[in-house]
């Protein structure tokens, strides 16, 4: 019984592990977005800004305060009135002025009425807020495009694997057909040697060729929030592939890359922020509504009542700060200027950068061409010398020479598609083009 229980468990554990689970682009790309890590703090950095401009505005909005209090004197409290200035004699004489319960409550209203500090602070905020959302486009369009290529590298590793499995079983099958004619006495024990050290050395290039498509695969999971033990497939290829492009004006590139719209609005928060340090030399004006409730008795009841209300206004303006001031303006003009400088630079950056993957783009689209037509070839040669191979008129070595040239041709084809899609990923990128999403 207890044997039963233990393989049982065995197999309970061992089902989930043996499910294999079919992803193709579109749903990884779905789970890299679900749980990256980058795109969680980059959504925090949202939230903070829309923190940051309530706060803001609240500095605009009246401020009304509540207290209440209670008091036990423990001693009493006397006033001394010299009663010869009334009545002409008597002296000084002393009058108990407190309750043993003082109660006491105030309601306060505060707003600001003018405030140049005020206004650039909202303004900032909002300016804020608009940052981040581009910084966070940006980022997902940076993680989208990472994950892109590694899905298309784990790809092309799968096709490099199934390329030298199929070699190890050619050689595999070949020997084994050379050692029938050595048993027939037909081929040399040379030649069969060769068919064999030819199959042995396919099995270790087979091994690392599986090894790096693993770890690939598991670099996906770790992406995807995928449990490592899952055993992983992936729905995709190399048949068809996206046209190449037509180059686009810088202007249209610039308005559509987030990080280049997001260092325009650091620019315009920059503006804000010299007029923010320059508000501080003008004057600030609150004004203020108090209305204030007082009782005391000996007993525990509201007895000998007051009720006062107030209303004021306050000026505030510093006159002199050291020059503090002055040099917060001047920060804030060289923030300003560095920002400027920063844009201009990225200007000559994308240039650079479109220009170049463009032509990266062109180089890797005519290379697919060129090894399609050597694979055909090399296909080819290599049926010709298994059938010349196996009539005996071909060497071992012509047949090792005529697959590795076909394997060669096979990986160059696949390698000249994982350059072009690379190279298409990241002019996507660079043009500001990679596929929206929803915020």
Same mark, same amino acid.
């Given at each position: 019984?207890?044997?039963?229980?233990?393989?049982?468990?065995?197999?309970?554990?061992?089902?989930?592990?043996?499910?294999?689970?079919?992803? !193709?682009?579109?749903?990884?790309?779905?789970?890299?977005?679900?749980?990256?890590?980058?795109?969680?703090?980059?959504?925090?950095?949202?939230?903070?800004?829309?923190?940051?401009?309530?706060?803001?505005?609240?500095?605009?909005?009246?401020?009304?305060?509540?207290?209440?209090?209670?008091?036990?004197?423990?001693?009493?409290?006397?006033?001394?009135?010299?009663?010869?200035?009334?009545?002409?004699?008597?002296?000084?004489?002393?009058?108990?002025?407190?309750?043993?319960?003082?109660?006491?409550?105030?309601?306060?209203?505060?707003?600001?009425?003018?405030?140049?500090?005020?206004?650039?602070?909202?303004?900032?905020?909002?300016?804020?807020?608009?940052?981040?959302?581009?910084?966070?486009?940006?980022?997902?369009?940076?993680? !989208?495009?990472?994950?892109?290529?590694?899905?298309?590298?784990?790809?092309?590793?799968?096709?490099?694997?199934?390329?030298?499995?199929?070699?190890?079983?050619?050689?595999?099958?070949?020997?084994?057909?050379?050692?029938?004619?050595?048993?027939?006495?037909?081929?040399?024990?040379?030649?069969?040697?060769?068919?064999?050290?030819?199959?042995?050395?396919?099995?270790?290039?087979?091994?690392?060729?599986?090894?790096?498509?693993?770890?690939?695969?598991?670099?996906?999971?770790?992406?995807?929030?995928?449990?490592?033990?899952?055993?992983?497939?992936?729905?995709?290829?190399?048949?068809?592939?996206?046209?190449?492009?037509?180059?686009?004006?810088?202007?249209?590139?610039?308005?559509?890359?987030?990080?280049?719209?997001?260092?325009?609005?650091?620019?315009?928060?920059?503006?804000?922020?010299?007029?923010?340090?320059?508000?501080?030399?003008?004057?600030?004006?609150?004004?203020?509504?108090?209305? !204030?409730?007082?009782?005391?008795?000996?007993?525990?009841?509201?007895?000998?009542?007051?009720?006062?209300?107030?209303?004021?206004? !306050?000026?505030?303006?510093?006159?002199?700060?050291?020059?503090?001031?002055?040099?917060?303006?001047?920060?804030?003009?060289?923030?300003?200027?560095?920002?400027?400088?920063?844009?201009?630079?990225?200007?000559?950056?994308?240039?650079?950068?479109?220009?170049?993957?463009?032509?990266?783009?062109?180089?890797?689209?005519?290379?697919?061409?060129?090894?399609?037509?050597?694979?055909?070839?090399?296909?080819?040669?290599?049926?010709?010398?298994?059938?010349?191979?196996?009539?005996?008129?071909?060497?071992?070595?012509?047949?090792?020479?005529?697959?590795?040239?076909?394997?060669?041709?096979?990986?160059?084809?696949?390698?000249?598609?994982?350059?072009?899609?690379?190279?298409?990923?990241?002019?996507?990128?660079?043009?500001?083009?990679?596929?929206?999403?929803?915020?």
């Amino acid at each position: 019984m207890k044997k039963f229980i233990i393989v049982l468990y065995i197999f309970l554990i061992a089902v989930p592990l043996l499910k294999a689970e079919t992803y !193709n682009l579109d749903q990884f790309l779905k789970l890299v977005e679900q749980h990256s890590k980058d795109l969680k703090l980059a959504s925090e950095d949202k939230a903070m800004a829309k923190a940051q401009k309530k706060e803001a505005v609240s500095t605009a909005l009246p401020k009304i305060a509540f207290e209440a209090g209670y008091t036990r004197n423990l001693s009493d409290y006397f006033m001394y009135i010299d009663m010869a200035a009334l009545t002409g004699g008597g002296g000084a004489q002393k009058f108990k002025v407190n309750r043993s319960n003082e109660y006491t409550a105030s309601v306060a209203l505060q707003q600001t009425l003018f405030s140049p500090s005020v206004g650039s602070a909202i303004k900032a905020a909002k300016q804020y807020e608009k940052l981040t959302n581009f910084v966070y486009k940006a980022s997902w369009q940076n993680i !989208n495009t990472a994950a892109k290529k590694l899905f298309y590298q784990a790809l092309l590793l799968e096709k490099v694997w199934r390329v030298n499995q199929e070699a190890e079983g050619n050689a595999l099958d070949n020997y084994k057909n050379m050692q029938l004619k050595f048993d027939n006495g037909v081929v040399s024990e040379f030649e069969l040697l060769q068919s064999k050290v030819r199959w042995k050395n396919a099995i270790p290039a087979t091994a690392e060729a599986k090894r790096n498509y693993e770890l690939v695969l598991n670099n996906l999971k770790n992406w995807a929030g995928i449990p490592v033990q899952e055993t992983l497939e992936l729905d995709g290829g190399f048949d068809d592939i996206p046209q190449i492009p037509e180059m686009v004006d810088i202007p249209s590139v610039l308005s559509l890359r987030p990080d280049f719209n997001a260092l325009k609005w650091e620019e315009k928060l920059r503006e804000t922020n010299v007029q923010a340090n320059k508000a501080s030399f003008y004057p600030s004006l609150t004004g203020q509504f108090v209305y !204030n409730y007082s009782a005391q008795s000996n007993e525990f009841k509201l007895d000998e009542q007051n009720e006062l209300y107030m209303a004021g206004v !306050n000026l505030s303006l510093p006159i002199f700060t050291g020059g503090y001031r002055r040099a917060q303006v001047q920060k804030a003009k060289i923030d300003l200027n560095k920002t400027r400088i920063r844009i201009n630079q990225t200007k000559e950056d994308i240039y650079n950068e479109t220009t170049n993957i463009y032509l990266r783009l062109k180089e890797a689209h005519e290379r697919i061409y060129s090894a399609e037509a050597t694979l055909e070839a090399a296909q080819k040669a290599f049926h010709i010398a298994e059938n010349t191979a196996q009539s005996g008129l071909a060497t071992q070595l012509q047949l090792k020479d005529a697959r590795v040239g076909y394997d060669q041709a096979k990986l160059n084809y696949y390698a000249g598609i994982f350059d072009y899609l690379n190279a298409y990923f990241d002019w996507q990128l660079a043009t500001g083009q990679v596929n929206s999403i929803e915020n």
